[in-house]
């Protein structure tokens, strides 16, 4: 009985996705092509937020491990015919490592909010220019995975159908750990890190190995992402998996979902995605760049009106027959007026 | 990848020139963070408002590149106290990283406003000054980048004279330094985060004016100058004036030092990480003494 | 027997200020001690050395016998000695109950376990049926309790707690009072920076004074009330003429 | 002139105030003492505006401040010298004089501030052109009056001026104080060092948690038993009131 309740916080994802793998029985192919980026923005998004929602530590640069992952599996399948099967978890131990070097560096130095966000997107940032440079790696052209057909050894399939699973199953592992850190030691180290460093710190939390720890879980998870991706779309480019760009789409869909929560990143892709890829494939002839603007605008627009993102507003509203915290006022608050 | 001795007189001379570029976009960026403590991450993208005002200007209305800055200024500074006004006032209270997410969305909202308007089309000008070139010994300075760093120096100097002398300029140090303390002179300080804000984006509409001649334009123009703003801002301390003018051309002059020695585009490498290092181990800065 | 902390020629330069200066006192086991003196004396940065948030310049800290001079908060808080903050500092965003698991996770791996020993603190620091709220939406002296139970729940040997009275009403700093009466009679040891002093006064066994970073005084709780020295650092000194 | 009435203020979940009335006349120096944590800082920000109470209402000479903006709270003439002076550390002396004096009423006159200023702290010229932050803790509270003066207030609040410093250099604080009340500023004094204070004082307040216990002439309140109760607390009284 007691192992049942322990994991019966499980329950509720288990059940979703498995009404969501019988999805392509309704699906045709190009909604199967918009599911998956579904999957795949909502799994990306769900392991930056490890880091940047449960932890606070807004990552601007998570294009680098997203890279590492992607290059790493397709370079080895290139190279040496190594099996993406494999590829995907020698990218992981590699985005393990940078993850620690970076948080260890960054973290270490006590680099916080603002800060942080700059090394991080610079760390990125410089990716895509050692990446464009090395000959090895395709050079600014990028890689491109060699067509084989169907060949499962290889991740490649002719159907949509198998990409979906695999997106699915990751994005299912992905709100599964997700969920276990929401009742577990490891997990409520990372909100008090993020609510509170110093009175965490106080506590007993050793802040900086918590810090790093979510770095490196946020890097690997995200990096198998990357090879997903470089399967997917066979082609893989610095700026297409690394930089700026890429590091802000992932960290959109968990901000506007709602930061910090299990079901935030997949709402927000859930709610985005088909409609950017609709405008895309309607305006993407004459207008370049449509759904990206539009990401733009509910970027701002969040902001705006709902700071918690949409899990954030639906809790709030639930929570408004209750009680209603107020502003606090303080004295070391920049000016004076009421606001 | 020439290692002699006029190579690299070169690459100093024109490091230099385009330094003083770098040190202006900067300065907006550094005299916003200063005095408000927002990053804003569409700098680069008001600049791209600038450089394609200018550049129609030019070829739409044929008024003389330089004669445009006194379009592009004003326009600039009402860009930036618009967007402030209606963005960053509402949420001036909030953490920073929503401000930073802010300004983000408001640079992809430029940016790709800018792409569906105007095409990703590089867009350039030929004007009367193109072409002109000046020998000093085996160096070539052009005349529009001699004219874009003395515009530079003249505009950060101009700035630097307001802030240094006026009300105003006292206005936005005090509140820069302790807004309380300011609001207890009676001081305004939100009025002058509005300045500081219009100001700071002015900055941008004198670069766009003096980098048109001898630069481009397009949607993405503002992605990478607005980080080497970032690049200029943290090196020579986040909120130091001096020190953005001193980073500028520090990176202007990494920017084509590197070039000259490294191969393909390897030394934006080495511009990152200068950053990273300072961010690390002198997030202060240049300049300053103090910790940031 | 050894004092459960020994506190030898502790000293804090900043620049060129000396915040505390050649500090030097012990805490034994059971007591309640307290450490007083006024604004800028140097209490809450005396509080910060002992409890790891800042390395002292010179001077070092013994814990249980131990030299622990210079160890992290963390550190300290697993070895036994934890502190509580002057600003009560709650997690806000979640619930009175998981604020003090996050103590608990120190001693207990499971969040059974923790969640056990929270309920408990819960009910010793009496907010037991507040468990669900979050600390955001608590009152000043939920939330004095709550900064208490946070510290509590780490199962310290040696609790600081600074001005947990600060901001409560007289019948409110009561309740407080016999709160940490009770913990200590049940074995918990404490050591008190407070700046109302009747909670002192009546709390102390033994109280330490500072003054611009030095000990001014030591003694019980009735001759540091006598005592011209104190006076004269709180109040200003008696030969002023106008 | 400067009439506080039933004001109570609160912060999230902290009453820092309960119904506080004071009131100071015209060239009076009246003092706010009380412990740590009583509301001094809190009712001398509230008057400020930097916060606002929940009820009660704040009036000089008959023009209300309760709902005003902290900075023209100043323009109007009542100027705070804040604790721990909060000077612009990276501005010359001269400089942040200057930002003292340069709203609209006051810049008419800051020639002549800048001159009264400089003549009653000659230190403050000597070190024109230094950055604030390169100043000793006097100079720097000297520095804090001399910013205030430049806004040529009515009223003048200070927020504990003897806080950090020497036995010597207080001494010289609270002369300056009494200098500017017989130059006929009114001053609303909050202070830790009740003995200095009390002297100088023609009315004061004791706050205790919020709500004023005791009020009456600086001699009055510094005689009574009360007074030091509230600071030093007696071994014995756990009664409270």
């Known amino acids: 009985m007691k192992q049942m309740k322990q994991y019966r916080e499980f329950l509720v994802p288990l059940v979703v996705f498995a009404l969501a793998a019988f999805l392509p029985l309704f699906l045709k192919t190009y909604y199967m092509h918009i599911a998956i980026l579904i999957l795949i923005w909502a799994y990306l998004a769900t392991s930056w937020n490890i880091l940047g929602g449960y932890a606070g530590q807004h990552s601007l640069g998570h294009g680098l491990y997203m890279g590492i992952g992607a290059y790493a599996s397709t370079y080895l399948a290139l190279e040496f015919g190594l099996t993406p099967w494999v590829g995907i978890f020698v990218g992981m131990a590699f985005a393990a490592i940078a993850g620690w070097f970076v948080g260890y560096a960054a973290f270490r130095y006590g680099l916080k909010g603002a800060y942080f966000a700059l090394v991080t997107i610079a760390l990125t940032e410089a990716a895509v220019y050692v990446v464009s440079n090395w000959k090895a790696m395709g050079g600014a052209a990028g890689l491109e995975v ?134 895309r494939a309607e305006l993407g002839t004459q207008f370049q760049g449509a759904h990206l603007l539009l990401y733009g605008g509910v970027l701002v627009f969040t902001m705006l009106f709902m700071p918690n993102g949409i899990v954030g507003l639906a809790k709030s509203i639930r929570a408004r027959f209750g009680k209603t915290p107020d502003d606090t006022m303080s004295v070391s608050a920049s000016e004076g007026g009421a606001s | 990848m020439t290692f002699s001795l006029p190579v690299i007189l070169q690459a100093v001379a024109s490091g230099l020139m385009i330094g003083g570029v770098f040190a202006l976009i900067s300065i907006g960026l550094t005299l916003i963070w200063g005095v408000m403590k927002i990053i804003n991450f569409a700098h680069g993208e008001f600049l791209m408002i600038g450089l394609y005002l200018a550049y129609f200007l030019v070829t739409k209305f044929g008024i003389d590149p330089y004669l445009t800055i006194l379009i592009t200024t004003p326009v600039l500074f009402f860009v930036g106290i618009g967007i402030f006004q209606v963005s960053i006032k509402p949420i001036l209270k909030h ?136 690049v200029v801002v943290v090196l020579g301390g986040m909120g130091n004036f001096l020190g953005a003018f001193v980073g500028g051309l520090i990176i202007g002059l990494t920017e084509s030092l590197g070039a000259a020695i490294m191969p393909g585009s390897l030394s934006r490498v080495l511009t990152f990480g200068i950053f990273i290092l300072f961010l690390l181990f002198r997030p202060q800065g240049i300049l300053s003494r103090r910790q940031a | 027997m050894t004092p459960l902390l020994e506190v030898k020629n502790l000293t804090k330069v900043f620049g060129g200020l000396t915040a505390v200066g050649d500090l030097t006192f012990h805490v034994d086991r059971g007591e309640i001690v307290g450490l007083i003196g006024p604004n800028g004396a140097g ?97 000043l002296m939920e939330l004095k309790r709550l900064e208490i139970g946070k ?10 707690l600074d001005e947990v009275a600060a901001g409560l009403t007289p019948v409110e700093i009561d309740d407080i009072l016999t709160l940490v009466r009770r913990l200590n009679s049940e074995g918990m040891t404490f050591l008190v920076v407070e700046h109302v002093m009747k909670v002192i006064m009546n709390l102390s066994h033994r109280i330490v004074v500072l003054n611009f970073g030095s000990q001014i005084a030591e003694g019980t709780p009735a001759e540091i009330s006598k005592n011209p020295a104190v006076l004269d650092a709180y109040l200003g000194e008696e030969e002023y003429v106008a | 002139m400067l009439r506080v009435e039933n004001v109570s203020v609160q912060y999230s979940a902290f009453k820092a105030l309960h119904g506080v009335s004071i009131k100071v006349e015209q060239g009076q120096i009246v003092s706010i003492v009380g412990a740590n944590g009583a509301g001094k800082s809190t009712l001398i920000n509230t008057v400020s505006g930097l916060l606002r109470p929940t009820e009660g209402s704040i009036t000089l000479d008959g023009v209300e401040l309760t709902t005003m903006s902290a900075h023209d709270i100043v323009r109007h003439g009542v100027v705070q010298v804040p604790e721990g002076r909060k000077l612009f550390p990276d501005m010359t002396v001269h400089e942040n004089l200057l930002v003292g004096g340069s709203h609209k009423r006051a810049r008419a006159g800051r020639d002549e501030a800048l001159t009264q200023v400089y003549d009653l702290f000659p230190k403050l010229l000597e070190r024109e052109k230094q950055s604030a932050r390169t100043l000793s803790g006097g100079e720097q509270q000297m520095l804090a009056i001399g910013r205030a003066m430049m806004s040529q207030p009515t009223i003048l609040m200070m927020d504990e001026p003897s806080l950090g410093l020497a036995p010597i250099v207080v001494q010289s604080i609270f002369s300056v104080i009494q200098e500017l009340r017989n130059r006929g500023l009114t001053v609303l004094l909050v202070e830790q060092n009740i003995r200095h204070s009390l002297q100088i004082s023609d009315y004061a307040y004791v706050l205790e948690t919020g709500t004023v216990a005791l009020e009456g002439t600086g001699a009055a309140v510094l005689a009574d038993e009360h007074t030091k109760a509230a600071y030093i607390g007696s071994p014995t009284g756990a009664e409270t009131h």
Not at chain 1, 195 to 205: I, W
Not at chain 3, 151 to 160: F, M, Q, V
């Open chain 1, 146 to 279: 060699k067509y084989l057909g169907t060949d499962p050894f290889m991740m490649q399939f002719d159907s949509k159908l198998p990409y979906f699973y695999i997106i699915l199953f990751m994005t299912l592992l992905a709100v599964l750990t997700a969920q276990w850190l929401n009742r577990r030691r490891f997990g409520y180290r990372l909100i008090a890190v993020r609510e509170n460093e110093e009175a965490a710190e106080a506590m007993g939390v050793n802040t900086l190995g918590t810090k790093i720890n979510a770095n490196v879980l946020s890097a690997v998870m995200t990096a198998a992402g990357g090879t997903f991706f470089a399967q997917y779309f066979t082609y893989v480019g610095p700026r297409v998996v690394f930089g700026e760009v890429v590091s802000v789409q992932i960290l959109l869909f968990a901000i506007i979902g709602g930061l910090g929560t299990v079901w935030g990143p997949l709402v927000g892709a859930v709610i985005l995605v088909p409609v950017a890829e609709i405008a």
């Open chain 2, 95 to 230: 953490p920073p990283m929503n401000q930073i997410m802010l300004t983000l969305g408001i640079s992809l909202i430029l940016q790709n406003l800018a792409l569906v308007l105007f095409k990703a089309d590089v867009l350039s000008v030929r004007t009367r000054y193109t072409g002109i070139n000046y020998h000093f010994g085996g160096v070539v300075v052009t005349l529009t980048e001699l004219i874009a760093f003395f515009g530079s120096i003249l505009a950060t100097l101009a700035l630097y004279y307001i802030l240094k002398t006026t009300d105003i300029g006292r206005w936005i140090r005090a509140a820069a330094q302790n807004p309380t303390a300011a609001t207890l002179q009676g001081v305004d300080v939100r009025f002058t985060y509005l300045l500081a804000f219009g100001i700071g984006s002015a900055c941008l509409g004198v670069a766009a004016s003096l980098l048109l001649p001898f630069y481009y334009v397009s949607p993405t123009v503002g992605l990478f100058l607005g980080l080497i703003a970032f």
């Open chain 3, 43 to 139: 209490k809450t940065t005396c509080f910060n050395l002992l409890a790891g948030a800042m390395t002292p310049t010179s001077g070092s800290v013994h814990f249980k016998g131990e030299d622990v001079t210079g160890r992290k908060s963390h550190q300290m808080c697993k070895l036994g000695l934890t502190r509580t903050f002057q600003v009560v500092q709650p997690f806000p965003d979640i619930t009175a109950l998981e604020n003090v698991m996050i103590g608990a996770f120190v001693r207990h791996g499971s969040t059974g376990a923790a969640e056990r020993k929270a309920r408990e603190v819960l009910d010793v620091v009496g907010i037991a049926h507040k468990a669900d709220t979050l600390g955001r939406d608590l009152t």
């Open chain 3, 151 to 160: 510290g509590l729940a780490t199962e310290p040997d040696l609790l600081l």
